[in-house]
């Protein structure tokens, strides 16, 4: 007997003993990927004659070139066979528009984000890490987003899109938007389908550079319905038909404000410094590099929200000086990634004015190669494509690269419960990593490699952003490289820099002048755009102002092949297929980067802080900072 087959036999007994709701019953029932008759036969089965109908899938956000942040990329229906999330699916009726009672507006004071990185845009479409994009979501918003559970939760969006509602294609063709009519912008414009039309065409104006393109890739057309509905036209069936416009990279942008902005103008908006968003705080100062302050919008559409007055996001500083602000000093509420190793992070807990949590998914550090010569300029650029490096260009020094990095050692020692050795390039969600891969320290197999090559030694530098982790991993890899020949040179570059988009800095992480970096990329729940950074297509470079998101400069037909694939195939068991011989191919044949540690994503939250909800696919906190208060 099949495995689903097992499954379902033990849900129908489960359900013929009265053991499940209708809520379990939907959710399970998804899990499993059986169609919407059985699960409406189930449903049956407990009482009442409520029907199946869709259900969200994986949303993924990556902030490209950046620091983890996972926002989802869903699936469809359980009516189109297409791939179900692991967790929980609800019918489009029951996706949540809020996850809080209502309460009153403001009075709950100021909030005081903690980030060791700075943030140094606005314009969500232009980021290139992470803290651009939390900074972006305090004040912008999607259609929807998705909770720890995978359930949607409706932003812009009043209705989910559903098969039964009739505004979703079974076959992943086309999806139709609802959306809430009672939205105004922070300047007291009206929003409606006019702004999300406009999005669309602002991200696909390959004049641009939006950073945001590659989930938007598979969309044909976005067409306006009336004022407050749209339709999005997939190019051929799509499993992650909810892809664009959810999660952080789906925020809506201001047409009348962004409109005379385009093109070789789109980096001069002013309001790429001062957005006029949607959402429950607007912002009142940005100081890039520095910190972001948001006041309250008092007319924002969800009763009730916001709670709190106003919040500030301050940024720079390291990891460790973010903990101890939170948990020992009081001088800030909550702090972002804390990186920082549990020798040193336990005994600030301790103090009890603040608990440090950990959501799964937080993202993998990896090790990255450049395939390209960053010493050798060509057209006003190093780490051109055309010019292989010189070391490794050679798929023998890559696996022995992975040979000398001692992933045990840097996840005991350096992150405790904030992270595991890895051999996945992510580790959520699980049923698309490859189990078959494995991770071996070995300096003489490494050795053993390099002497294959007849390698005489090569000088490398290898950079990162300014962490102490970082650096003490940088050292323990250094050691191993130099006791079989490399000479390594560490860099440690301020991450304002390192995960900035400014095409004039040799030190951002997308041009990649260097030999190796290392830093950390979270994947979503269906992950057809998150692997869009090994592409051919997708190589960062002076004509793209590099914000592609492939920086490796790694390019292999075969790769570009499956991914075309993937963004297509329905089938859930041959997507599974898909993305683990892409995972194999990137990781073990090619070995394109290096994972060395499936992060948790370790925050630490002030103990006033209440409201907390917390989703490893959604940007936390921000998505969910209209439903926080301050006790005492």
Not at 146 to 162: G, K, M
Not at 244 to 259: A, R, S, V
Not at 475 to 497: N, R, Y
């Amino acid at each position: 007997m099949s495995q689903p087959e097992h499954g379902f036999d033990a849900l129908r007994e489960e359900v013929l003993a009265g053991k499940l709701d209708r809520r379990q019953v939907l959710k399970r029932g998804a899990m499993l990927g059986l169609s919407a008759p059985v699960i409406a036969g189930l449903l049956a089965a407990c009482g009442g004659s409520e029907k199946a109908t869709s259900t969200p899938a994986a949303a993924a956000t990556t902030a490209p070139g950046g620091e983890a942040t996972k926002p989802a990329e869903s699936s469809p229906t359980a009516a189109s066979g297409a791939t179900e999330p692991a967790g929980a699916s609800p019918t489009a009726a029951e996706a949540k528009p809020t996850e809080a009672p209502v309460g009153e507006r403001g009075g709950g004071g100021n909030l005081r984000l903690l980030y060791w990185q700075a943030p140094v845009i606005l314009n969500v479409h232009l980021a290139n890490g992470t803290k651009d994009y939390h900074a972006c979501r305090i004040c912008m918003e999607p259609l929807a987003d998705f909770d720890s559970e995978l359930e949607p939760v409706l932003f812009l969006a009043s209705e989910y899109p559903s098969v039964a509602n009739k505004t979703l294609d079974p076959d992943g063709k086309w999806c139709i938007w609802k959306l809430r009519e009672d939205v105004k912008w922070h300047d007291g414009e009206a929003f409606d389908a006019d702004d999300v039309v406009f999005t669309f065409q602002y991200i696909t104006n390959g004049e641009n550079a939006a950073t945001t393109i590659g989930r938007y890739k598979t969309v044909d057309t976005v067409e306006k319905v009336d004022n407050y509905t749209i339709k999005v036209n997939f190019k051929e069936s799509t499993p992650a038909w909810y892809d664009p416009f959810t999660t952080t990279e789906g925020c809506i942008l201001p047409e009348h404000i962004y409109k005379d902005f385009q093109g070789s103008e789109s980096r001069n908006a002013p309001a790429n410094l001062k957005i006029t968003g949607t959402g429950p705080f607007k912002v009142r100062e940005f100081r890039p590099g520095d910190v972001c302050l948001y006041d309250i919008f008092e007319d924002y559409w969800d009763p009730g929200k916001p709670h709190l007055d106003s919040v500030e996001m301050k940024g720079g500083g390291d990891s460790v000086g973010a903990a101890r602000a939170v948990l020992q000093s009081g001088e800030a509420d909550w702090a972002w990634n804390l990186q920082v190793e549990p020798s040193v992070l336990n005994p600030m807990e301790a103090a009890g004015i603040g608990t440090v949590s950990a959501l799964p998914g937080g993202g993998t550090e990896r090790l990255m190669m450049n395939f390209s010569d960053p010493r050798t300029e060509v057209d006003g650029q190093f780490s051109h494509f055309g010019t292989p490096h010189p070391a490794w260009s050679d798929v023998r020094a890559r696996k022995a690269l992975a040979y000398l990095c001692d992933r045990a050692t840097i996840a005991e020692q350096l992150y405790g419960k904030g992270g595991l050795a890895a051999t996945n390039q992510y580790d959520e969600p699980a049923k698309f990593t490859n189990k078959e891969l494995t991770a071996e320290f070995n300096i003489d197999k490494a050795k053993a490699l390099l002497g294959e090559m007849g390698f005489t030694g090569a000088e490398i530098l290898y950079q990162t952003s300014i962490n102490s982790v970082r650096q003490k991993t940088q050292e323990i890899i250094k050691q191993a490289m130099e006791s079989v020949g490399f000479k390594v040179q560490l860099k440690s570059v301020d991450a304002a820099v390192y995960f900035s988009t400014d095409a004039g800095n040799p030190d951002t992480a997308g041009k990649f002048y260097a030999d190796l970096e290392m830093h950390t990329n979270g994947s979503g729940i269906y992950p057809a755009q998150w692997f869009e950074r090994y592409r051919g297509d997708r190589i960062s470079q002076k004509e793209n102002g590099w914000t592609g998101s492939n920086a490796f400069r790694y390019s292999n037909p075969e790769f570009d092949k499956m991914h075309d694939q993937c963004r297509i195939e329905m089938d859930p068991d041959k997507q599974v297929t898909l993305f683990q011989a892409m995972m194999k191919l990137v990781t073990e044949t090619d070995v394109v980067e290096v994972p060395l540690v499936n992060r948790t994503g370790l925050s630490a939250k002030g103990n006033k802080i209440e409201g907390y909800i917390g989703s490893p696919w959604a940007a936390t906190p921000p998505w969910e900072l209209k439903h926080w208060t301050l006790k005492g």
